[in-house]
């Protein structure tokens, strides 16, 4: 048995979670990534995949298993991928994950160019507001707003977004426009609630005007955790919001949402790419991590 291939195989499999796709992406059969996980299973005298007719998924000790291997491979990976690197183009896969607005108005317009520049990196790009594990979840790095929450990892800054209120047109209509952000926390308004993926509790938010400072939560009906339903409500006329400008200067363009209390400022969203620290990162990783300096900077 060569067990890095059957790591890879079992490693594959966990992340595709289907032996067929699993072997579509090693580009062998089928047959030969079920030989080479029982192999790695009868070698380690342990079962790591429960297989249904539906669906394949770790057991206990699979689960426990693949987050250590993943790091090895990556680490394996990133050896063989530093050979000779600097005489040829990086390559290779890279898995990121980022928030869903941010991949759909910034990330995925600039990746013709990312493309143009190293056309031999696959991305796997995870599109998500939660809580990604980069360790456990063996990604690459991820993009994320706010102060970053895990000191363990390397947070490069790529921008800093200006917040504002806005609330839509048949909002507004119905409700009128909140003349202090005091309004938004009485009976005569809502704001549409952003739940944090960590807590499940609403943001707070900072507003300034003057000298005059207040912390901000408001009344809601309803709450998410992502960000791209979060803006849909707003344009919906569910409730006051809190946005970055790029996300809601569309939407103000084309008169769905207009902004509010606009005498009130509120802290700007620093956005960082984020990774964990190691010695041997790869040329892929470092390529995309100063292209996502620069560009979506």
Do not use: K
């Not at 009868?42 to 790591?48: D, E, K, S, T, V």
């Not at 050896?79 to 990330?107: F, H, K, M, N, T």
């Not at 809580?131 to 921008?159: K, Q």
């Amino acid at each position: 048995m060569d067990r890095f291939e059957a790591m890879r195989a079992f490693a594959r499999v966990v992340e595709t979670g289907s032996f067929t796709r699993a072997a579509h992406t090693l580009q062998v059969s089928r047959t030969t990534v079920t030989q080479l996980v029982q192999q790695l299973e009868a070698h380690l005298r342990l079962r790591l995949l429960n297989r249904t007719t539906r669906r394949v998924s770790t057991t206990a000790d699979g689960a426990a298993y693949y987050p250590r291997i993943a790091r090895l491979l990556a680490e394996l990976e990133a050896v063989e991928g530093g050979l000779g690197e600097a005489a040829s183009q990086p390559r290779g896969r890279l898995r990121i994950d980022v928030p869903g607005p941010y991949a759909r108005l910034r990330l995925v317009p600039a990746l013709a160019d990312f493309h143009a520049r190293y056309p031999e990196i696959q991305l796997d790009i995870g599109v998500s507001d939660r809580e990604v594990d980069v360790i456990a979840d063996n990604v690459d790095c991820v993009i994320r707003g706010g102060t970053p929450a895990d000191p363990a990892l390397v947070a490069r800054p790529l921008a800093s977004l200006p917040l504002g209120f806005y609330a839509s047109a048949a909002y507004l209509q119905r409700f009128g426009a909140p003349d202090h952000p005091r309004a938004l926390e009485g009976p005569d308004h809502h704001v549409v609630g952003f739940l944090s993926p960590r807590s499940g509790r609403a943001r707070v938010l900072s507003a300034r005007r003057g000298d005059e400072r207040m912390e901000v939560q408001g009344r809601y009906t309803v709450g998410f955790d992502d960000g791209n339903a979060y803006l849909a409500a707003a344009v919906a006329g569910l409730g006051v919001v809190a946005l970055p400008s790029y996300m809601a200067q569309p939407h103000v363009a084309r008169g769905e949402l207009q902004p509010v209390l606009q005498d009130w400022q509120l802290p700007a969203m620093p956005m960082h790419v984020m990774f964990p620290p190691n010695r041997h990162m790869s040329q892929r990783l470092r390529v995309f991590i100063d292209w996502a300096v620069e560009v979506l900077g």
